[in-house]
């Protein structure tokens, strides 16, 4: 069987709902950015893959993943900011832990 | 079966078995590499699909970015070689089950649809195509999203100083009696942190 648009479909699904599982279960900060990369990631996979196999006389799919890598590294910046600014105030980056703005 | 269909299913199995590995490993470093090699798998996809260009773009922004920022700042806030705590029964079984479910029945609502591709002929995702459409200012150019990301990327970068600097409490300039006043609030605030943990 040829390698066609539903392995990619298939396999960026399968990721995406790997993150989510990580962003749910993981309550350290970093490894809920590192599950939010991943589904950035599974998102980017879609649109190389719509682009190439169903239209590939435009770019837009390459240029909705160039503008998505690019905000995804933005947030990673911010996101290790805050979590580094956190751990110098908390001594912890646990999500049950820092819960001073909840009440 | 052709080298084309091995390689695809080689590639699969990095990708989604290091994307397990990274939500599932309980040593955090061993996670960020594991995540690396899922990056690495989809820039893999991408030469696979011939998209030569987002690949080096999905290689040095996130290999070479994201990932090394990622590690540094698993050195700065973790001990090394530390587990992380197991997550409590109840939430690993739901969120299993919540993300197992959306995967069959996402999978189920992609077998069955039909999509209808544009036909034409491709044209070729080479950097001088991308650049030449993404800076032009006509009709279907992208320079006006290119120049909001730009944006994006300096507001991102003065944040991120103004988030991690480290203020300096300008205490010797402060008279000694606000000094005093302000010292006896941080150390309650400690204290009921404390005893909230308790």
Not at chain 1, 23 to 43: P, Q
Not at chain 1, 44 to 54: D, E, P, S, T, Y
Not at chain 1, 59 to 88: H, K, P
Not at chain 2, 19 to 32: H, W
């Amino acid at each position: 069987m040829q390698i066609g648009l539903f392995h990619f479909l298939f396999v960026s699904c399968a990721l995406f709902f790997i993150g989510v599982y990580g962003f749910l279960t993981r309550r350290n900060l970093i490894t809920m950015l590192m599950s939010i990369e991943l589904i950035l990631n599974s998102v980017n996979i879609n649109f190389v893959a719509f682009n190439k196999f169903l239209f590939a006389d435009k770019l837009d799919g390459i240029f909705f993943t160039l503008f998505i890598i690019t905000i995804a590294a933005a947030e990673a910046a911010v996101a290790i900011a805050i979590i580094i600014n956190l751990y110098r105030n908390y001594k912890t980056i646990d999500v049950e832990d820092v819960n001073t703005m909840k009440y | 079966m052709d080298a084309r269909t091995i390689i695809f299913y080689l590639l699969a199995a990095t990708v989604i078995g290091g994307g397990l590995m990274a939500v599932t490993s309980r040593k955090i470093f061993r996670s960020a590499v594991f995540l690396l090699f899922s990056l690495i798998g989809i820039a893999g996809f991408y030469f696979f699909l011939d998209q030569e260009f987002i690949a080096a773009v999905q290689v040095v922004v996130y290999v070479g970015g994201i990932v090394v920022l990622i590690l540094f700042s698993i050195f700065l806030t973790h001990g090394s070689g530390e587990d992380m705590k197991k997550p409590a029964l109840g939430r690993a079984v739901f969120s299993a089950l919540a993300a197992a479910i959306g995967c069959v029945l996402t999978m189920y609502l992609i077998s069955e649809h039909t999509f209808q591709g544009s036909g034409k002929p491709a044209l070729e995702p080479s950097a001088g195509n991308i650049g030449a459409q993404m800076l032009s200012v006509t009709e279907y150019g992208f320079i006006l999203p290119f120049e909001v990301v730009s944006m994006l990327l300096l507001a991102a970068m003065i944040g991120c100083i103004v988030i991690a600097i480290k203020v300096k409490v300008p205490e010797q300039k402060v008279m000694p009696k606000i000094k005093e006043e302000t010292e006896p609030v941080e150390l309650e605030v400690v204290e009921e942190l404390k005893t909230e943990e308790v």
